[in-house]
């Protein structure tokens, strides 16, 4: 079965510091992989996908992720944290056997702490 | 170019009443999606819609839920007789052919 783990319900980072969020996944075949960050009171924003190629991703925000084949991870990094990264970081996988549809993981809050 | 919008905002209502919940992807996404987030846990995908047609609602938990979307256009998901356990955040999103999602802003459905 296809899934996504997100083993941190919450992380803490002080402003400047270099941060991760963590990402692991299982599927049949290729994945394709997201981040997405949900801000207080607003809905979900894409912030960056690995479906082929380099396995260093940048996006959105100063925001990138590191496909791991080997390691079936996709954690988000930032090199220097700022306050208004807090938010609630959502990692997703494309079930390939299924069309469209996204498998999610359950969120990592983020508090960045000035 | 407006993004996907979700209407309402927020919704209260009692055990055993009916809720419409409304999606309006971006204008030319012939794909939109429903999920759910029940407090605390994963985001759940609901169903799939290609232009009207229903291309995947394995996710959709049972018949008290009703989606549709006429004309191919906006999408309303609709919750009857409601119950206690389908409180949560209703996301709606839409994508063009093979992009990556784009989300509404989310409905919380709270059901007393």
């Known amino acids: 079965a296809q899934s996504v783990a997100q083993p941190e319900d919450q992380v803490n980072v002080a402003e400047g510091n270099p941060l991760t969020v963590k990402c692991t996944y299982s599927v049949s075949g290729n994945p394709y992989l997201f981040w997405y960050v949900q801000y207080p009171n607003r809905g979900l924003q894409f912030l960056l996908k690995y479906i082929t190629g380099d396995n260093l991703v940048k996006g959105s925000y100063g925001f990138e992720a590191e496909f791991n084949k080997s390691q079936t991870s996709f954690h988000l990094k930032k090199p220097s944290a700022l306050v208004s990264d807090s938010a609630l970081y959502f990692c997703a996988v494309r079930d390939i056997d299924s069309n469209y549809q996204l498998i999610w993981g359950a969120g990592t809050k983020l508090i960045i702490k000035p | 170019e407006a993004g996907v919008t979700q209407f309402p905002s927020h919704s209260v209502i009692e055990k055993g009443q009916t809720v419409t919940l409304r999606c309006d992807p971006i204008s030319g996404h012939d794909n939109l999606y429903w999920y759910r987030r029940v407090m605390g846990k994963e985001i759940k995908f609901l169903l799939h819609?290609?232009?009207?047609?229903?291309?995947?609602e394995s996710g959709m938990p049972n018949n008290r839920f009703l989606a549709e979307r006429t004309g191919g256009t906006y999408s309303t998901l609709k919750v009857q007789p409601a119950e206690l356990e389908d409180s949560g955040v209703y996301f709606c999103?839409?994508?063009?052919?093979?992009?990556?999602?784009?989300f509404g802003p989310g409905t919380r459905l709270t059901v007393t």
């Open positions: 819609f290609v232009k009207e047609s229903k291309q995947d």
């Open positions: 999103a839409s994508s063009p052919a093979f992009g990556e999602q784009y």
